[in-house]
């Protein structure tokens, strides 16, 4: 599952620079849209790698939480977007809304999981309290 949680994080990248090359594209003669366009591809690029660096830390609770809400924020905007097109189905929203779903799947799931170093005893920990 590690994989197919990476994959995602990887197309989630992937995504960020087809935004970015595409905007270029679109608005090369428009400064002001190309930037706020490019910032939009930063923000892909920042949760792909929150999202890449909690696949990798399985335990990391904070960091899941930071990857779960900004995917849900995400997941907000495709929607916004598809709405703004006329057509949910678009391939552009439809992807993403697919990528972030996903990856807030695998957020929960690292949620969910309980980190085996908290479950067991610190010898330590019984003496103090034995004193």
Same mark, same amino acid.
Request: glycine content about 10%; overall charge positive; aromatic content about 12%.
């Given at each position: %599952? ?9 197309? %989630?990248?992937? =995504? ?30 920042? $949760? *792909?790698?929150?999202?890449? $660096? ?13 990857? /779960? =809400? =900004? ?12 709405? /703004? ?39 330590? +920990?019984?003496? *103090?309290? +034995?004193?």
């Amino acid at each position: %599952m590690k994989l197919i949680d990476r994959i995602f994080g990887c197309l %989630m990248f992937l =995504g960020g620079i087809g935004h970015g090359f595409g905007s270029y594209l679109a608005y090369k003669n428009d400064h002001v849209t190309l930037l706020w366009a490019w910032c939009a591809s930063f923000a892909v690029f920042l $949760l *792909a790698s929150v999202n890449l $660096l909690r696949a990798g830390r399985e335990h990391d609770h904070p960091l899941a939480w930071l990857s /779960l =809400g =900004g995917c849900l924020m995400w997941i907000g905007f495709v929607v916004w977007f598809g709405q /703004l097109l006329g057509n949910p189905l678009d391939f552009r929203p439809l992807v993403n809304l697919i990528i972030t779903v996903v990856l807030a799947g695998f957020s929960i799931r690292s949620l969910l999981r309980t980190d085996p170093r908290n479950e067991r005893v610190q010898p330590n +920990a019984v003496a *103090a309290r +034995a004193h």
